[in-house]
C-alpha cells in the first residue's frame, strides 16, 4: 500500500493597473508611455532610497536586482544598519550574500542556533547590537566566536527562551571580548559562576545592565563587583540566596532599577534594598507571593522614596512621580515619549529599561496564566500592555502583541477568549494599535500583532470591530506574504473572522479565501518533503490545518487543507506526523465529513489523507469511531464514474481500514464489497490495486468471502489476477481467491434451506473450480511446472518445499506490514484439511516470501 504525497503549484499573473495622473511631485517621471508602461528607473536617486526604507528586507533584495542603478542604491549603507533575520533560515551562502552591504551593520536579530552559526559570515565588524531568540541548540563554542567576531558589540541579548547550552565559560568569553559591552540579557542559563561575572566586571567598565533571567544559580555575591551596573534583573531565577544579597548588592553605587519578579525574595530583603541602595529608584516585584502578602512593604518603599511595582500596586500611579507635569496618570507613558525630546538622559534611561521589563514579566506572567489576576489584567494590564505596544522600542512592540495575543485566551485547547479581557483591549483602543502595528514594513510586528488580532477575533464584538475597522483587508493582505509567521498568523484571524456570517462576503471580496488557499496550498507543498512536514507540525501547523478542514466552507480550502494533511500523514516511516495528525482534536471527524462533500477535488484529498492516517492502528479505530466506514462505503459506491484517482483514493481508504478485523466486518455489513467489486473492474491500474487489496483483507473473513462470491466477484478477481498489467494487483487478485476456497467459508454457505444450502454448494465449487485455476495459472508464471506438477500430485513436504523455496515474489515484501493477521490465516489456509491443495501450496508460497522479507530487513 503507497503513501501517495501530492503536490500542486498554482501559477498565474497579477496586472498592476496605475493611474495616468500626478499624486506625487515625481509625478511627472511616472507619466505612462505610449506602451501604457510605467519607467520606475527615472525616479530620483532620494525618492528611491525613501521607497526602499519602506520595504522589508526580502523586498529591498528583490527590487535591488531590477536593474543596475538601483543595483547601487538598494546597497547603500543607510539601507542595511539594522538587520532583522529571524524570519529565514539562512546558511553560509545567504550570509555570504549579504556580506558586501553589512559593512556598517549596527544591529543584527537572528532566530535559532542554525542562523547563529553563519552570523560571522556576514563580517559586520561594526555591529553594536545582537539580538536572538530560540537560541536552546546555542553553544558555548559558537557563542564565543560570534562575540570574537564582533568585539565592538555594547548589547547582547538572548532569549526569552532558555539557552540551555550556554554556559559560564562563554559569558567569560564575552567579557573578554566585549570591553565596550553596555547591556547583556541571557535567559535560562543553568549557571552563572562567580568567574563569569568577575570576568564581566573587570573587563567591561561600561556594564550598565546585565539581565540573568530564568537562571538556576547565579553567583549573587560576584554581581557586587559590577560597580558599573544601573540595572539588574534577576527575574525568574531560582535558588538565590536572599540572605546574603542585601548586604552585598548594597555595595552597587550606580543602581537605579531591580527586578526580583517571579522570585522567592521575602519582605525584609527588599526592604534592606530601600534602606541601603540609595541609587535606587524602581523595584520590580511582580508575581512574588511573599511580597504580596505584606502589603506594609509598599509603606516602607513610599518612606524611602522608592518605586515599589507589583500586582497590588497600580502601577501608573507609582510611576507618575517621575513626571509632575503629567494630568492623567495613565499617560505617563505616552507623555514621556513627548517629553523625551528634551532629552533627559536619566529620566530616559530608567523609562527605556522599564518598559523591557514590563514587558518581558507581563508576558511570561500571560504565559503561566496564574489564579486570581482577572482583576489586575482588567484594571490595568491590558492598558499597560497597550501603552507597551507604542513603545519606540521594537522588541518590547512585539512582546507586548504577543502578551495581548496570550493573556485573553483562557482555554489554549478550545480556543477560549475572556470577554472581560478582550472587552478591555477594546476600550483601551488595542484595535487600531494592532492593525497599525500590523501595518508595519517590520515582519516581527506584523506577525505579533496579527497573532493577537487572530486570538481577540475569537470574541465576536472584537471581530466586528476588526471588520469594521479595515482588519479584513489587512489580514488579507498579510496573508499573501512570503515570510511563512506572517501568512500564517494572517491567515489565522481570517479563519477566525470566517466564522461571522456578515464578515464572509468582505473576506471573499478583499481576496481572502484565494489567501487562505495559498496558504493552505503551501503547507500542503511543504508537507509533501519529510523534513519541511516535521517543521509544519513543529510550529502548529496540524492545529492549523485542522481548523481550515473544520471551520471553512469553501472548497479550494478544504481540499487544500486535506491535501495538507495527507501529505503530512503520508511519511509515517520516518517522523510521528501521522499519529499526531490522528490524535489532534476533532481531525479525523473533519475529514469524515469532507468525504461527503459536494466537490470531487475535496472528497479525493481527504480519502487519500484518511488512507494514510490507517496506517496507524489508532488512527484506523479513530476513523472508523468517527462514522469513516460508512462515509467510505458511500463514497466508493458513489464514485464509478469519478476521476481514477478519486477511485483510487476511496479503494485505498477502505483497504486500509480493513486490515482491522472488526472494520473488514463492519465495511462487508455496510455493503462495501459490491462497490469494491465494481472498482476492480476499472481501466486504471492504480485502482486494480487498491481495490484488489482491499478485497484481499475482506476475504480473510468468511463471511465476507461468501459475499464477494455472491457479488460476482470471483471473475472481477480472476480477471485481475490473469489480465492485469498490474503485478501487484495480479498477487493480491490470487491472495484474495486463495483465501476465499481455503475451505473456511463452507459452513457459511450452508446456512438456510436445504435446498438454498444445494444451490450454493454448487455455486460456490463451480467458482473453487474456476479460482484454483488461475491461481495456478498465476503461481506457473514465476515457479517451476514440473515442480508445481509434482506438488500437486503429492503432499509430500519434499516437493512443497522445492516449489516454496523457488518462488520469490517480490510484491510480498510491500504487503508484510498491511495485515497483521495474515500470517495467521496464512498458516490455517496452509495446514486446513479441507483446503484444495492448490490453496495450500500458494498460501505456503506467500509465506515463505514474508519470511525471506523478515530475514533480509533485519540484516
Known sequence: MNRRVRRKCARGSQRLDLPNYPETEDADNLKLSEEGVVDWTRLPDDTVLQLFTHLNYRDRANLSST?????????SPCLWQSLDLRAHKCDWGITDSLASRCSNLQKLRFRGADNADSLINLRAKNLKELSGDYCRKLTDSTLAVIVARHKLLESLQLGPDFCERVSSDAIVAIGFCCPNLRKLRLSGIRDVNGEAVNALAK?????????????LNIDEVALANVVSLRFLSVAGTTNVKWGSVGEHWSKLPNLKGLDVSRTDVVPNVVVRFFSSLKSLKILCAFNCSSIEEDTSVVIKSKSHGKMLLSFFNDTFKDISPLFPDTEKERDVFSDWRKESKKKDENLDEIMTWL????????????ESNPHGLDQFWLSQGADLLLNLMQSSQEDVQERAATGLATFVVIDDENANVDVGRAEAVMKGGGIQLLLGLARSWKEGLQSEATKAIANLSVNPAFAKSVAGGGGITILASLARSMNRLVAEEAAGGLWNLSVGEEHKGAIAEAGGIKALERAAGALANL????KCSMEVANVGGINALVTLARKCKHE???EQAARALANLAAHGDSNTNNAAVGQETGALEALVLLIRSQHDGVRQEAAGALWNLS?????????????GVEALVALAHSCSNASPSLQERAAGALWGLSVSEANSIAIGREGGVAPLISLARSQTEDVHETAAGALWNLAFNPGNALRIVEDGGVPALIHLCSSSLSKMARFMAALALAYMFDGRMDEYALIGSSSEGSLKSVGLERARRMALKHIETFVLTFADPQAFSAAALSSAPAPLAQVTDSARILEAAELKSDVSGAP??????????SAPLEAKIFARIVLRNLEHHQIESSV
Open 67 to 75: 536593474c543596475k542603478s538601483w543595483r547601487s542604491l538598494g546597497a
Open 824 to 833: 495467521r490465516v496464512l498458516r490455517a489456509a496452509a495446514a486446513a484439511a
Open 203 to 215: 573587563h567591561c567598565p561600561n556594564l550598565t545592565e546585565i539581565g540573568f533571567i530564568d537562571c
Open 527 to 530: 508537507a509533501a518533503d519529510d
Open 556 to 558: 479550494g480550502v478544504q
Open 355 to 366: 518598559e523591557w521589563i514590563l514587558s518581558h514579566s507581563l508576558l511570561r506572567i500571560a
Open 615 to 627: 496506517f496507524d492502528d489508532r488512527n484506523r479505530e479513530g476513523i472508523a469511531s468517527a462514522g
